[in-house]
């Protein structure tokens, strides 16, 4: 059987931890963080972890994951 093809874009904007969980960085982290209130901009840091109806059509994109 052939090997499957990674969804490179997928492959930027998420990754599997150990558990099975798909994590994400948050929006808004890019520009105009001046004008964002620092305590916006620390929850702001911590990864997202995505619901499971969406994890489950992300790791299908995400073959070796």
Known sequence: MPKQKTNRSVKKRFRVTSKGKVVHSKMSRR????LK???????????GVLVPKMAKR??????YA
């Open 58 to 63: 992300v790791k299908r994109l995400l073959p």
């Open 31 to 34: 520009h105009y963080l001046g």
């Open 37 to 47: 209130k620092s305590a916006r901009r620390r929850r702001l840091r911590k990864a």
